[in-house]
């Protein structure tokens, strides 16, 4: 099993600059322990990020072709890409979105997302263990566990 797992804008940064809200990791770290913890689970991710809305969409069309399941963190184009979230409704799998800070927690303008509606689910403010849990939720759900 493939799943997809994107990062938007600025998530290159991780680890450099405010540690204080997105944590110490590099995002190569998050994403080369959540490939091993997927790996036991026996499936393959396939992490990529980008600061470029129209390339994360492409990324999303191509999901649909051949992964069985996405997890992102769009950053701030959570709060207003209705591109994103038009991608999102127009392909067949599941998607998880993450965030590393309590996105209610913080900004007014950071408390809508726009495109939680056509997720299967949401894990704001755990840090980066957040793409873990988005994993097991996901692979929770491909497999029609109950609850
Ligand atoms: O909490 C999250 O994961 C966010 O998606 C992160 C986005 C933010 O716009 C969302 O509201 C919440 C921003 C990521 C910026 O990451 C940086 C990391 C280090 C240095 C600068 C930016």
């Not at 797992?5 to 080369?32: A, D, S, W």
């Not at 091993?36 to 999901?63: P, T, V, Y």
Request: proline residues 2%; glycine residues 10%; negative net charge.
């Amino acid at each position: 099993m493939k799943l997809m797992v994107l990062n938007g804008p600025n998530l290159n940064r991780l680890g450099k600059r405010e540690p204080h809200i997105y944590g110490h990791k590099t995002l190569e770290q998050i994403m080369n322990s959540l490939e091993s913890i997927a790996r036991e689970s026996g499936c393959e991710i396939d992490a990529r990020q980008s600061n470029h809305e129209g390339e994360l969409i492409d990324w999303i069309h191509e999901a649909a072709e051949g992964y069985s399941g996405l997890i992102l963190n769009a950053g701030a184009y959570t709060h207003y890409s209705y591109a994103i979230r038009d991608a999102l409704a127009g392909v067949d799998i599941p998607a998880i979105e993450v965030h590393l800070s309590n996105i209610y927690a913080r900004e007014s303008f950071r408390h809508t997302s726009v495109i939680s509606e056509v997720t299967i689910g949401q894990i704001s403010g755990f840090g980066n263990i957040g793409y873990e849990l988005a994993l097991k939720g996901l692979l929770h759900y491909l497999k029609g566990e109950e609850n």
